[in-house]
């Protein structure tokens, strides 16, 4: 029953699927040139943000078709709901990678500090595999898998703010701070998009559940259960 | 900028007056309508609240309409049928040996799927119902507020001698229902009212039940999903349940919210039949 409708929810989760697929490439293409100074790759991870925008811009319009056709409902109504979120989640990732090529390039003359490379690699690796398992626990409408997301995330948290302190350390030199300054929003870029694999699974407890909640309350921190 | 506001300030601004707490029209507990002896409609409990739309849906033959004739006695004139258990209108037993049938239809009214005006001028139709209950005094005026509440008014003010007969299918289906709201009734039962009709004169009969329900209560019965959810408040939806040796009865599935029914139903057969994959 309702074969065209199931078709083309079908169809939606597929395409979100492709698009995480090309976000984790930026991704590990924008880990690459942060641990290897690889400029010319930059320049390509920049340019591959278009290709993340059609595919965007694509799902954006089959949802509003989908919806002005089907009228989805329930648990139908969710998914289509929740994609539109995943989409627009998956959108921010892809440009935080071009945000840190961008910075990449501008700081390509200063020496590389070991220890804030070593740092980039562990919280690049990090956020990749929470773009994973967020995807994945929405293929697998698994609940316990998204929420394993938040654990993970305090991880790529902690390094940030390991990093942090590394850079206030450095000293009084215009030049150097300058480039810790820089630093800092690549690490922030990298901390942003584990957060944004955290949005991507309460979109998939929202759809199994049909409850909106945040995993956790940025507000009122500590208010959760411990 | 964000203003800080002093949370007491916001809290003044929230209205004082209490929420009125919906009334009960219609009890039932534990009914049953048997055709000849066998069960049409099985274990039914549900209230229904005064001024709120409450939809019916679920698929042919799960009782829907048998349900709503339930509620003003309608069974009464199908040979053979038998309603069980009880139904209380405003706490009193619907079937009580000393109740009118005719009292309870002109307190209930129904309107049906196919409009079914009499052979009759347009204000003869309205009057009818009053005429028969004696209600003679200003007749006029009764017609005119009944079309007007019917949103019809304006449509055949300057002929009301006109047959009826002579309106379009949804100005004869606006027209049954003014003929229903002439007797004062605090209940509409509606069967399939728009089915018969085009979209335009679906939404006609949509925009009048939304003016309505400030003043009535409204059951309908619809197979049309997306009418329910556009106009009701509750949505029940019964289903059709097959015993041990193939006899089929409808059953309530689940009764709740309309919003809820629409985006979070409890039952997988509810969730079925709302995405359109019953099975």
């Given amino acids: ?226 | 900028m964000v203003a800080i506001v002093d949370p007491a300030r916001l809290l003044e601004r929230r209205p004082s007056a209490q929420v009125e707490r919906p009334s009960c029209v219609f009890e039932l507990r534990d009914v049953s309508v048997l055709y000849s002896g066998k069960a049409a409609l099985k274990g039914i409990s549900l209230d229904i609240q005064a001024r709120l739309i409450t939809a019916i849906i679920g698929p042919s033959g799960c009782g829907k309409s048998t349900f709503i004739r339930c509620l003003n006695r309608m069974n009464d004139l199908i040979p053979g049928a038998k309603v069980r258990g009880t139904i209380l209108y405003h706490g009193q037993d619907l079937y009580a040996a000393e109740v009118d049938p005719v009292e309870v239809r002109r307190r209930i009214g129904m309107v049906f799927q196919k409009p079914n005006p009499f052979p009759k001028s347009i204000f003869d139709n309205v009057a009818f119902g009053p005429r028969v209950l004696g209600l003679r005094e200003d007749l006029g005026a009764r017609v005119e507020r009944a079309l007007r509440q019917a949103a019809l008014w304006e449509e055949v003010k300057d002929r009301l001698d006109a047959s009826a007969l002579t309106l379009s299918g949804g100005q004869q289906q606006r027209l049954c229902i003014a003929r229903c709201l002439a007797v004062e009734p605090e209940v509409i039962l509606m069967d399939e009212p728009a089915s018969a009709l085009d979209p335009i004169a679906t939404a006609a009969i949509e925009d009048l039940m939304h003016e309505l329900k400030r003043e009535y209560t409204i059951v309908i019965v619809t197979h049309n999903m997306q009418q329910a959810a556009r106009v009701a408040d509750m949505t029940a939806f019964f289903s059709v349940d097959v015993g041990p040796e193939g006899e089929r009865a409808g059953i309530l599935v689940e009764y709740d919210r309309t919003e809820k029914i629409f985006t979070q139903p409890a039952d997988p057969r509810t969730e079925g039949y709302v995405t359109g994959r019953f099975g």
């Fill in chain 1, 1 to 226: 029953m309702r074969a065209t409708l199931q078709e083309e929810l079908d169809r939606l989760e597929e395409a979100l699927q492709e698009e995480a697929e090309l976000v984790l490439r930026s991704l590990r293409g924008a880990i690459a040139v942060l641990t290897e100074q690889d400029l010319e790759l930059a320049d390509e991870i920049i340019a591959f943000d278009d290709e993340v925008d059609r595919a965007y811009l694509a799902l954006e319009q089959d949802v509003e078709e989908l919806l002005a056709r089907q009228t989805p409902v329930a648990r139908d109504l969710r998914l289509v709901l929740a994609s539109l979120h995943v989409n627009l989640h998956l959108e921010r990732a892809a440009d935080l990678c071009v945000t840190m090529c961008k910075l990449a390039k501008l700081v390509a003359s200063s020496p590389a500090d070991p220890a804030v490379v070593a740092s980039f690699r562990e919280m690049g690796e990090r956020a990749e595999t929470m773009l994973r398992v967020a995807m994945q626990a929405l293929a697998g409408r698994d609940v316990a898998g998204a929420e394993s997301l938040v654990e993970m995330d305090e991880l790529i948290d902690r390094a940030n703010r390991r990093l942090v302190g590394r850079i206030l350390d450095l000293g009084s030199d215009p030049d150097r701070r300058e480039w810790g300054l820089r630093m800092l929003v690549i690490s922030r870029c990298l901390e942003r998009i584990g957060d944004h694999a955290v949005d991507i699974g309460e979109q998939t407890a929202y759809l199994v559940t049909g409850e909106l909640r945040e995993f956790t309350d940025a507000s009122h921190p500590g208010s959760e259960d411990e």
